[in-house]
């Protein structure tokens, strides 16, 4: 059974950061592209970014260009999503996602349940 789960969110200030974790298991980890994406109150969800685990490449959405991160730690299976400089416009319930296709189009086979990172002003 594939599961992701989402690990890591929480209240921050304006300007802090924080590191979201996605623990997968039931799948051949290698062989997935992993994306983090966002559902904002009242808003579409909207892909943040996405990492190609066969290859490396990792992708990301213009609104979080140069303050996130995505990694991975193969050997725990785990995809990380660093969060820097956060803005109140990031408080959003975050997930994980996984797809045995690439990250073209950001369309996932298999999702996480989601954890709320709230950002205060």
């Known amino acids: 059974e594939v599961q992701l789960v989402e690990s890591g969110g929480g209240l921050v200030q304006a300007g802090g950061s924080l590191r979201l974790s996605c623990a997968a298991s039931?799948?051949?980890?290698?062989?997935?592209?992993i994306g983090w994406f966002r559902q904002a109150p009242g808003k579409e969800r909207e892909g943040i970014s996405c990492?190609?685990?066969?290859?490396?490449?990792?992708y990301y959405a213009d609104s979080v260009k140069g303050r996130f991160t995505i990694s991975s730690d193969n050997a725990k299976n785990t995809v990380y999503l660093q969060m820097n400089s956060l803005k109140p416009e990031d408080t959003a319930v975050y997930y994980c996602?996984?797809?045995?296709?690439?990250?073209?189009?950001?369309?996932?086979?298999?999702w996480g349940k989601g954890i709320l990172v709230t950002v205060s002003s």
């Open positions: 039931g799948f051949t980890f290698d062989d997935y592209a």
């Open positions: 996602a996984a797809t045995l296709s690439t990250c073209a189009g950001y369309y996932m086979d298999y």
């Open positions: 990492l190609s685990l066969s290859d490396g490449n990792s």
